[in-house]
């Protein structure tokens, strides 16, 4: 029986548009996803628990090509389970600034504007909470004020009141907006604020986990549906009357569009997938939000936090931008994966502070290396390659400014000593090599099938969503995003499923 709609992906983005269209009882809907339920799995549904989701069965753990200018060993974490990478993130929640999305507009995403995307911000069921002062330790208390002194910026009470009818804010420290109940601890996540409630209550929704996309269904130019795996092995088709609709994220949505012939017809050819779609933009625009470390070594600290990085940090160095362009995070726990392998020892009790660049100027890309399925994509992020060295530039101030934070009461007492890179390193130079191979991600990759104007050739949807030259498919998940917004694009994400929701239903 074939399905109105079929949404490839119940991640993030796929658990909203799932819900909304399925708001019309008339209305049926398949929702695919290729890891299981997260419906009583304590391992994903208590944020703390984050951590240890990580590498594992619930991973597809991503790698990188090598990066000659950073880490080559960077593992981009991607969730094998209902709600997608909001049942294994942080769930660190900021609204877009409307410079981000004036950037969208100008790269060709008309409608995209300010007012229009708050607006879907504002319908988001998640409960996104500032940090509750249950949960708030007190080395991150006086990690805010020794930061607020050390960088001269203001402690802001909740990141996104500045943000929902204004443009954002330049600068700022202060406890994370994180998607959440305070009482439990449990996310509130996609996939528990969309699809938990309505679960076996509306009957024209479909819920296919275990099963993997393989091919999509292509009938003159039109999207017909999905071929599908399931964990037994067993091949079965998954029809769709009026439209397919991808949420894959941004790695696996280019990659199911190029396994089905769908992209750059020399690439296709080179390894022998047969071309039904050339589209050269699939794969292009690879973005991501990089970071590097600073760690000091500690005694034991207080128990409390939400999910053991429970601060921001936010920095504006160019006057001639509003939005801050550097951003830190405290993390409460030694983290080591990398610094470890540049031999730096593993301390038993540790903070660690890690800025990140919120606009990076690399662009990577993803392609396939056969065509063969089970063979993971090619990620090359080129972390730290733009030509000017803003990247780099950015990672050397971030150390800085990371030193002169710890040495700022009331922070500074909480810390025994630097461990990495360690008060020998003070050049411009030294710090560079330093953070650029301890380099790791804020695991937010985006931009491979991006939004843009009909004569871009680079695009892949139009600002509807819709894929260029194919009739009955669309995309909403964060490949489509032009640029990266400039904090954690989470909220971005889930404001596109919504405002896909609506397309698609203005359309039909």
């Not at 998607?179 to 996939?191: N, Q, V």
């Not at 397919?244 to 017809?265: E, N, Q, Y």
């Not at 409390?304 to 801050?324: E, I, Q």
């Amino acid at each position: 029986m074939p399905y109105d709609y079929v949404i490839v992906g119940g991640g993030t983005a796929g658990c909203v548009v799932a819900n909304r269209l399925t708001e019309d009882p008339g209305t049926t809907v398949c929702l695919i996803e290729g890891g299981p339920s997260d419906v009583g799995d304590e391992r994903v549904l208590k944020l703390r628990n984050w951590l240890d989701v990580l590498g594992g069965e619930l991973d597809y753990d991503y790698p990188t090509v090598e990066q000659p200018h950073g880490n080559s060993h960077i593992r981009h974490a991607r969730a094998r389970v209902l709600g997608g990478c909001s049942s294994h993130n942080t769930l660190i929640s900021f609204r877009p600034f409307a410079e981000d999305l004036a950037d969208w507009e100008a790269a060709g995403a008309t409608g995209w504007d300010n007012a229009t995307v708050q607006s879907y911000c504002d319908r988001i069921k998640c409960n996104i909470v500032p940090v509750a002062p249950k949960d708030r330790n007190p080395i991150v208390e006086d990690w805010i004020q020794a930061s607020a002194r050390a960088a001269g910026v203001p402690v802001i009470r909740d990141f996104n009141a500045e943000t929902s009818h204004g443009g954002g804010f330049s600068d700022g420290v202060g406890f994370l907006p994180v998607a959440y109940d305070p009482y439990t601890g449990y996310r509130s996540s996609a996939s528990v604020a969309y699809l938990h409630p309505v679960l076996g209550v509306r009957e024209n929704l479909t819920l296919l986990t275990e099963t993997r996309a393989a091919n999509l269904l292509l009938e003159g130019g039109r999207a017909t549906g999905a071929e599908v795996l399931t964990s037994s092995g067993q091949r079965r088709t998954v029809r769709a009357d009026r439209e397919v609709v991808l949420c894959a994220g941004a790695i696996d949505t280019p990659r199911l569009l190029l396994h089905s012939g769908i992209g750059p017809a020399r690439e296709l050819r080179d390894v022998g997938i047969e071309v039904r779609h050339d589209l050269p933009g699939v794969g292009e625009n690879l973005l991501d939000h990089p970071e590097s470390i600073i760690m000091w070594e500690t005694d034991p600290l207080p128990d409390a936090t939400v999910m053991d990085s429970d601060g921001g940090l936010f920095v504006r160095r160019d006057t001639g931008d509003p939005r801050p362009d550097l951003m830190f995070h405290i993390y409460l726990v030694p983290f080591t994966e990398n610094t470890e392998r540049l031999g730096y020892p593993v301390p038993e009790h540790a903070i660690c502070m890690t800025p990140n660049i919120p606009r990076s100027r690399a662009r990577g890309k993803l392609w396939l290396t056969s065509a063969d399925p089970s063979v993971k994509p090619a990620l090359d992020f080129r972390y730290f390659t733009d030509p000017a060295g803003h990247d780099a530039r950015t990672i050397v101030d971030g150390l800085k400014i990371a030193r002169e934070i710890a040495a700022t009461e009331p922070f500074t007492s909480w810390l025994k000593r630097e461990v990495a890179p360690g008060p020998g390193v003070t050049t411009d130079e030294g710090l560079s090599e330093f953070g650029r191979r301890a380099a790791h991600t804020v695991y937010h990759p985006a931009g491979t099938c991006r939004m843009g104007a009909e004569d871009d050739d680079l695009a892949v949807v139009d600002p509807r969503l819709r894929v260029r030259g194919l009739s009955g498919l669309r995309i909403a998940d964060a490949s489509v995003f032009p640029t990266l917004p400039t904090p954690n694009p989470m909220v971005t994400v889930l404001a596109t499923g919504e405002r896909a929701a609506d397309l698609i239903r203005d359309d039909r």
